[in-house]
């Protein structure tokens, strides 16, 4: 039957053509006629770039991916000249194959098909390979028989004429159709919306990269009033330059140039960026090799960025996408190193005790394939990663992919297949995605754009809410007998992160100013400090990620402040939330009191447990180094269950286990009080198990400088 249908399609295409011949470019068809030394002027300038463009797209099928970029940027510029030449003479086979040739290899890759149908039906061996072209048309198009059958047809040439990189080529477009047509049957729900005119010009604009939160956007473009207003010889475009724009109740800012020392009079394009939006990642053509730099955020300044160690970056080597972790101790990037499994491939990188990046790790052969890996972005949860493939069940150039760490057994989980419409038929990559998991964005052409590449955002909606199916008994029944209670269909889950997004200003107690201070964050059961990040120092601003299923100790410290310590025991079942923080720092002076968030004790005993620890090293090396003149008294509170008597004594002995913790560790006693207050000073109220727990601390308070 499929069969019969495509020979049914190629007939009709024979019609519709029947009326038109081939016209070759020859004096004799166009006597007299004006125009045609422009039009043969025209091909013959189109024909230069063509045929500098055909040796390298061979040497490209042999496994050199980037030169299918050099391909793009030659045949971008013959087609100018192509489509001049086919207004005056639409029906030359020949003209046709080669404008179709030019789309395929170009950023509009879609247009390809019908330039391909005309040269066929103008003259079916136009070219010898019109059946491939005609099979990466209708797949581009995302029709996957015709696309099946045309490869198969140029399949059959190609075993005769043995050449195996075009065969490899060719069975592998074929599985990505088969692949194509399983995905486009169990489509993903999504919104996929255009990011708008703040955001997206008529120039290419791709890269998106954005803080946890999805308060900030940075992305790449090319448009005009680069910083160096340079035009690139090989694309005919503006150099690249890094973007900005913030989400304000609900709407992007207009995008705003990072300007210097970010951008420079060369190409620019942002990488990656941290969760908390503090760190920003910026690629470098440094001689032909593509290097990795890095810029921090002072203030409201982005620094010069520095190029990242050797360890990352290696001699002769292209390094193209990379994702910090929500620790800033693993960066995951992408690289063409000698070691790989195939053309490019997924490292990562390690932070030591001495904040070094250690030796590049490749992510195994469970995430690379033999093909090209590429835009590898860290979700804030720690363990998932996204990326783009060649390979796997991909539908055609690169789709995106999800992978998910599994911390027992050590492995990557099978790539998954993020699925239609959010990959498609070409080159699907650079998507990263929220905290929360809710919203996705990546550059697309489309139709409805603004001339180019545009930012997109994708909604994920979950899965479809199941119908109610009522028969004909209920029917009439509901006629009959009146409504006796109202049945609401439960709602659909929309899954999200398993992650917690603290965030806040760190200020100044007593002046309300911004404080640029330390964050710790502490492993509790491990007594391990996990991750570390610094205010903004012009807006106080922080942002931290907290995976689930942990005990968190967090700290937050500044030169000339006591420290301020916040607990979060986050169930492993815990989803995604946001959880607004102000933390205000107070001046070490007479009478100031701080409650030692992360001092934990058995229930009903004064019995230090081991999660503890983290905390009290915390307030021993305060005691013992930055502040050794420091006189203290610990306190101990409790709710109101239990005795006035049980409880005085309980928060005298805990207040006392501290002392003696501290005493142990080198403090001098005579620098250390203790005291019981048992629930005489609640600070919340002990009619609720919140109130209950928040009066259930450890203080201490400062008795002299």
Not at 564 to 591: C, M, R, W
Request: a negative charge; aromatic letters at 12%; glycine letters at 8%.
């Amino acid at each position: 039957m499929k069969k019969a249908i495509f020979i049914l399609f190629t007939l009709i295409i024979h019609q519709l053509f029947a009326q038109q011949k081939n016209v070759e470019f020859t004096k004799e068809n166009f006597k007299g006629v004006d125009g045609f030394k422009d039009a043969k002027s025209a091909i013959r300038d189109g024909d230069n770039f063509y045929e500098e463009a055909l040796p390298i797209l061979k040497d490209a099928f042999k496994g050199n991916y980037d030169l299918f970029q050099q391909v793009g940027g030659l045949l971008s510029q013959a087609i100018t000249h192509y489509l001049d030449a086919n207004k005056f003479n639409p029906n030359n086979a020949q003209l046709n194959y080669k404008i179709g040739v030019c789309y395929v290899y170009s950023r509009f890759k879609s247009k390809a098909l019908s330039y391909f149908e005309k040269a066929y039906a103008l003259d079916p061996n136009v070219a010898p390979e019109i059946h491939y072209y005609l099979g990466r048309g209708y797949h581009l198009n995302m029709d996957w028989d015709k696309a099946i059958s045309e490869y198969k047809a140029y399949q059959s040439k190609i075993n005769i004429s043995n050449e195996p990189e075009r065969l490899a080529d060719v069975v592998k477009k074929i599985e990505e159709c088969e692949n194509g047509r399983e995905l486009v049957k169990k489509p993903v729900r999504v919104f996929i919306d255009n990011l708008g005119s703040e955001i997206n010009s008529s120039y290419p604009d791709y890269g998106a990269v954005i803080s946890a939160d999805e308060s900030e956007i940075i992305f790449t473009s090319r448009r005009d009033g680069s910083t160096g207003g340079k035009i690139d010889e090989g694309t005919g475009m503006y150099f690249e330059d890094i973007y900005i724009s913030y989400l304000n109740n609900g709407k992007w800012t207009p995008a705003k140039n990072l300007g210097k020392p970010i951008n420079t009079d060369g190409h620019d394009a942002n990488l990656g960026l941290a969760p908390d939006g503090q760190k920003l990642f910026v690629y470098k053509d440094d001689n032909g090799d593509g290097n990795i730099y890095e810029s921090k955020l002072k203030g409201d300044q982005w620094q010069r960025p520095e190029k990242m160690s050797d360890e990352i970056n290696g001699y002769g080597t292209h390094e193209s996408s990379c994702s910090i972790s929500y620790d800033g101790k693993r960066l995951f990037f992408v690289s063409d190193k000698p070691d790989g499994n195939g053309y490019r491939d997924i490292y990562m990188s390690s932070l030591d005790k001495k904040k070094r990046w250690g030796k590049a790790v490749n992510l195994g052969p469970v995430i690379n394939t033999k093909y090209g890996e590429e835009g590898v972005f860290a979700h804030p949860d720690g363990k998932t990663i996204y990326f783009s493939s060649q390979g796997h069940n991909t539908m055609g150039g690169y789709d995106i992919f999800k992978s998910v760490y599994d911390f027992k057994t050590k492995q990557w989980s099978e790539p998954e297949n993020l699925g239609y419409p959010i990959n498609t038929p070409d080159d699907d990559v650079f998507f990263v995605i929220s905290g929360s998991g809710k919203h996705g964005y990546y550059s697309s052409i489309k139709n409805e754009g603004f001339g180019d590449k545009d930012i997109y955002k994708i909604t994920f909606l979950g899965p479809e809410k199941p119908v109610v199916i009522n028969n004909e008994d209920n029917l009439i029944a509901s006629l009959t007998e009146p409504v006796k209670e109202t049945v609401i269909a439960s709602a659909v889950e929309i899954k999200t992160a398993q992650i917690t997004i603290l965030k806040g200003i760190v200020s100044d107690e007593g002046t309300k100013k911004p404080i640029e201070a330390t964050i710790e964050i502490v492993d509790n059961q491990l007594n391990e400090v996990i991750a570390s990040f610094t205010s903004n120092s012009t807006t106080g601003r922080y942002l931290v990620s907290l995976p689930s299923g942990k005990n968190y100790g967090i700290a937050v410290k500044a030169d000339n402040y006591l420290f301020h310590s916040e607990n979060f025991d986050i169930p492993a079942t815990a989803d995604y939330q946001e959880v607004y923080k102000d933390v205000a720092l107070k001046n070490i002076s007479v009478g100031s009191k701080i409650v030692l968030n992360n001092i934990f004790f058995d229930f009903g005993k004064a019995t230090l447990r081991s999660e503890s620890t983290a905390e009290l090293e915390r307030l021993t090396k305060m005691l013992n180094e930055e502040i050794p003149s420091l006189r203290i008294e610990i306190s101990g509170h409790t709710d109101n269950k239990s005795s006035a008597d049980f409880n005085q004594k309980l928060s005298e002995a805990r207040a006392k286990a501290v002392v003696d913790y501290l005493v142990a560790h080198g403090v001098n006693q005579s620098r250390l009080e203790y005291k019981g207050y048992g629930f005489s000073q609640p600070v919340a109220s002990n009619d609720t198990e919140e109130g209950r727990q928040q009066n259930r601390r450890t203080e201490f308070k400062v008795l002299s400088k």
